[in-house]
């Protein structure tokens, strides 16, 4: 069964800093490009960043680029998003997704398999 996780969601106060973990499992992750996505309450879902299967190569939406990073241990079947730098604005629930396709995936169509969802909060 296909599976993914996501945990280390919480609430942080701005300027503050949290580490998003996606484990799959069912699946072999270096195969998929891995996406992350957020949504905010009456928004529309947001592609915030994907890390390719192929080559590593990484994709950031403009409002996070430079505070976020993705990395992928494929030993552990696991993603993870380092945040830091947090605004209020980037309060959601944040949805990782996995996409066969080859490069990065940045339309939330474009994933064949999605996690549950983990919330973010900044505030203060």
């Known amino acids: 069964q296909v599976q993914l996780v996501e945990s280390g969601g919480g609430l942080v106060q701005p300027g503050g800093s949290l580490r998003l973990s996606c484990a799959a499992s069912?699946?072999?992750?270096?195969?998929?490009?891995i996406g992350w996505f957020r949504q905010a309450p009456g928004k529309e879902r947001e592609g915030v960043s994907c890390?390719?299967?192929?080559?590593?190569?990484?994709y950031y939406a403009d409002s996070v680029k430079g505070r976020f990073t993705i990395s992928r241990d494929n030993a552990k079947n696991t993603v993870y998003l380092q945040m830091s730098s947090l605004k209020p604005e980037d309060t959601a629930v944040y949805y990782c997704?996995?996409?066969?396709?080859?490069?990065?995936?940045?339309?939330?169509?474009?994933?064949?398999?999605w996690g549950q969802g983990t919330q973010v909060t900044v505030s203060s």
């Open positions: 997704a996995a996409s066969a396709k080859k490069g990065i995936a940045t339309m939330a169509y474009e994933y064949d398999y």
């Open positions: 069912g699946f072999t992750l270096p195969y998929y490009a």
């Open positions: 890390i390719s299967s192929s080559d590593g190569s990484t």
